[in-house]
């Protein structure tokens, strides 16, 4: 069957029947994943102080770091574009952070890019490595190191030896806060 006897049956077996289209409102499209993902580098570029805390951008450009009373520093990444990286990739990286629970890890190879994903990731090296806890979602092609889209919110502490410190807790808990405030997927 030709696409004019599909079309003139349609249309038959709609005689007599009345239909409104509304060409006035503008045709709403699905928000893409490239765009969801660079919304939250602009969100975090964006970000100038937090909590009381005014962040200084590092010599670069990608980063933003906090340094608290304390002692410990909250560090903002942003960097990249997706023009290059396949929707499907994209998507893919949305759907593994969406599924993570706080303090998971996924790591992806998919279409030829390497994905690293992290969800408020605690890590405790103990001595005088400090502390970190990171959220990061990294995408890059498996065979160029500098093609990376990169946002990260990470937490850190150099000097803390003791994981149940109350300044580190503080630091955490505000880390914790960046991601759920700013990584919305």
């Not at 006035?24 to 919304?39: F, G, S, Y």
């Not at 990608?62 to 929707?87: T, W």
């Not at 994905?115 to 990294?138: A, C, M, P, S, Y």
């Not at 990260?152 to 300044?167: G, H, T, V």
Request: glycine residues 8%; contains cysteine; aromatic residues 10%.
């Amino acid at each position: 069957m030709d696409w004019f006897s599909i079309l003139k049956n349609q249309v038959a077996s709609t005689k007599g029947k009345q239909f409104q289209l509304d060409f006035t409102q503008p045709m709403v499209e699905e928000d893409n994943c490239k765009d969801k993902l660079m919304a939250v580098v602009r969100k975090l570029e964006g970000i100038t102080s937090f909590e009381g805390l005014t962040g200084k951008i590092n010599h670069s450009g990608i980063a933003r770091r906090f340094y608290s009373p304390e002692g410990y520093v909250l560090r903002l990444v942003f960097q990249g574009e997706l023009d290059e990286v396949p929707e499907e990739v994209c998507c893919k990286a949305i759907e593994t952070y969406n599924k993570l629970t706080e303090g998971g890890f996924e790591t992806l190879e998919f279409l030829g890019y390497s994905t690293i994903i992290l969800k408020n990731h605690q890590n405790f090296e103990g001595d005088d490595l400090g502390t970190d806890v990171e959220t990061t979602i990294r995408i890059r092609r498996e065979d160029d190191l500098y093609s990376t889209y990169i946002i990260a919110i990470n937490c850190y502490d150099d000097k803390l030896i003791y994981q149940r410190d109350k300044r580190w807790n503080k630091g955490l808990e505000l880390c914790k806060k960046l991601t759920r405030e700013n990584v919305v997927l």
